[in-house]
Each structure stands twice: as structure tokens, then as C-alpha cells.
């Protein structure tokens, strides 16, 4: 009887550590096409994912900080609910036409109703793409994910997706390999 207690304890233990990767879920950038290795120079469609990791309130807004290295050729595909507000900057410098070359610093999609919000159990997807830069390089994608639920002091709660890879609250990071 002891033996199959422990048994048990060790098989339940073991469960419960392989869901937890399952449970603990983040907003995440990857490659949608092409599948595969970020090549440099490449012009890649990539998806963020965000889970709603709350049991009792809704994800109503994501924002995106975009890596210095690709701030000059992102283009966000447009969603029918939500709104996307670009924060940009004039770079200085002009392209061909003459017209202004614009860094694109941030992306922020909003929910433009209730319905379009990610439901707890749900999750989300947003599009965009870039050109890798021509050098190898780490591109890291802090995000900030917020939820319906107000804090104390009145605010939306948010999540910032932004620390080290070992944090509880990882930036989402992909390699650029020479192609």
C-alpha cells in the first residue's frame, strides 16, 4: 500500500510538472512564412500568439515594441476588430519618391468591441511583417498584454512581456541566421 502511494504521489508529480509549460503561456512572435530559420534579409510574415492567461477577464489590448533593426520595414496587416495605432518617427531620410523614410517604433491593437476580445481560454493572433536585417543578429519583441480587469489604482491590468529568457515574463526573442 505505501509503494502505490508513493507510486501515485511520483506519477501525479510527474503530470503535474509535463502541463506546466502548458499552463504557464506567453506572448509569442514566430515565422509563419517562411516556416522554418529567420534568414538574413529575408522579407518574413511572422504571427504574434497571445494566450489569455486570466480565468475571469479578457485580453483588450497588445502592443508590440519593435527591434531597432527591422523598425524600417514593418508592415502590420489590417484586422476589421482592432484598431492599430503605429507609433512612428521620421527617420530623417528620404526614399526615392522623396517621400519621408518612417521608423516604426511600436504597434498597438485594440479591441474595437467586446466580441473582438481574446476570452479567457482563448487566444489571440496578430500579423505583421519585416525584412530581417543583412546581419546576424538576435531580434527581441517585448509586448504588453492587457486585460479588462483594473488594478487598484483604477488601470487595466498589463502584463509586460519583456524580461530575460529565464523571467517569468519573457521577452519574445528569434535568431537571424546568415542565409
Not at 502590420?76 to 512612428?88: E, G, P, Q, T
Amino acid at each position: 500500500m505505501k509503494k502505490s502511494a508513493i507510486a501515485l504521489s511520483i506519477g501525479a508529480a510527474a503530470v503535474a510538472l509535463g502541463l506546466t509549460p502548458l499552463a504557464s503561456g506567453h506572448a509569442t512572435v514566430s515565422l509563419l512564412q517562411p516556416q522554418g530559420k529567420a534568414l538574413t534579409s529575408a522579407r518574413v510574415a511572422i504571427v504574434l500568439r497571445a494566450p489569455n492567461e486570466r480565468a475571469t477577464t479578457s485580453t483588450f489590448q497588445m502592443a508590440l515594441n519593435v527591434p531597432e533593426g527591422v523598425q524600417r520595414s514593418i508592415s502590420v496587416k489590417a484586422m476589421s476588430d482592432w484598431k492599430i495605432v503605429l507609433k512612428r518617427r521620421d527617420t530623417g531620410e528620404k526614399n526615392a519618391s522623396g517621400e519621408p523614410i518612417m521608423a516604426t517604433e511600436k504597434v498597438t491593437w485594440i479591441a474595437r468591441t467586446p466580441d473582438a476580445r481574446i476570452d479567457p481560454g482563448f487566444y489571440g493572433e496578430w500579423y505583421f511583417r519585416i525584412q530581417n536585417p543583412t546581419t546576424p543578429q538576435r531580434l527581441c519583441f517585448s509586448i504588453d498584454q492587457w486585460y479588462t480587469k483594473k488594478t487598484q489604482n483604477g488601470k487595466p491590468e498589463r502584463v509586460s512581456w519583456s524580461g530575460a529568457s529565464d523571467s517569468a515574463t519573457p521577452a519574445s526573442c528569434m535568431d537571424v541566421v546568415v542565409s
